[in-house]
């Protein structure tokens, strides 16, 4: 008679960093981080493709802020070691957006974020852009469920966060 025991599969994923430190991972958390990585991505082509439809021109925004010179510099590139691919487009905010009225261009800049808040270090780069006239306006896009449809909505940064910006000073 042979005793069969069930294999225990791995709470754990064991991974090195750079530094050589051991770092644990836990598998559900590898794929919950998988499946909102891929949901944020379809989200951000969704609205891409309803800013082109309000009639803008929109490209992937490829510049950063440099909080401690307050200038705008190129993004870094990200380097995917397992795919060994290079993502480029990953500048704040997501989008850049042309639109002409009359002789001028409204210049738009459009942060994407399903939750809908940005982070501490997200808004001090808007307050820069803006001080520094890099773009006319920054719209936070995010999504409104209404029952199974998903509906994409626009809020301007300096409405937004109005206290924020006085709060930090302008």
């Known amino acids: 008679?042979?005793?069969?025991?069930?294999?225990?599969?791995?709470?754990?994923?064991?991974?090195?960093?750079e530094k050589g430190n051991l770092i644990l991972k836990k598998k559900e958390n590898i794929k919950r981080g998988g499946k909102s990585r891929s949901s944020g991505s379809q989200f951000e082509l969704r609205v891409r493709k309803d800013l082109a439809e309000k009639g803008f021109v929109v490209d992937k925004w490829t510049n950063n802020v440099d909080l401690e010179s307050e200038s705008v510099i190129p993004a870094k590139r990200k380097f995917n070691p397992?795919?060994?691919?290079?993502?480029?487009?990953?500048?704040?905010?997501?989008?850049?957006?042309?639109?002409?009225?009359?002789d001028l261009f409204q210049v738009i800049g459009v942060e994407v974020k399903q939750n809908n808040t940005l982070s501490k270090v997200e808004k001090q780069k808007c307050k820069t852009y803006l001080e520094k006239g890099v773009f006319n306006e920054i719209w936070v896009a995010s999504k409104d469920k209404e029952g199974r449809r998903?509906?994409?909505?626009?809020e301007d940064f300096v409405d937004k966060y109005k206290r924020w910006i006085e709060k930090n000073g302008e």
Do not use: L
């Not at 998903?150 to 626009?154: A, E």
């Open 1 to 17: 008679m042979e005793v069969v025991s069930p294999e225990k599969e791995t709470e754990f994923k064991s991974e090195v960093d």
């Open 82 to 102: 397992f795919n060994k691919v290079m993502t480029i487009g990953t500048g704040f905010p997501d989008f850049v957006c042309f639109q002409r009225r009359g």
């Open 150 to 154: 998903v509906k994409v909505i626009y």
